[in-house]
């Protein structure tokens, strides 16, 4: 087996992947922490999902320096 094969870049993290959200785009609710509800309601801030988009990559999960 050629393991070459398997490790196109021969590098771990990506260039350019978002430090902030691991280069997924989101990050865990500041308001709710990621349980998604908020006083017993829906988190407004994530609109129940756990998640925003991250602020520093806008969601991309990749940040152009
Ligand atoms: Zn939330
Ligand atoms: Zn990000």
């Known amino acids: 087996m050629?393991?070459?094969?398997?490790?196109?870049?021969?590098?771990?993290?990506a260039p350019g992947k978002c430090y902030n959200c691991a280069g997924s785009?989101?990050?865990?609710?500041?308001?709710?922490g990621g349980c998604?509800?908020?006083?017993?309601?829906t988190c407004?801030?994530?609109g129940g999902r756990g998640t925003t988009l991250c602020g520093?990559?806008?969601?991309?999960?990749?940040i152009d320096d």
């Open 44 to 46: 407004p801030d994530c």
């Open 2 to 13: 050629d393991l070459k094969k398997f490790i196109p870049y021969g590098k771990f993290e």
């Open 25 to 32: 785009g989101l990050v865990p609710c500041g308001r709710c």
């Open 56 to 62: 520093r990559c806008d969601g991309s999960g990749i």
């Open 36 to 41: 998604g509800r908020s006083n017993g309601d």
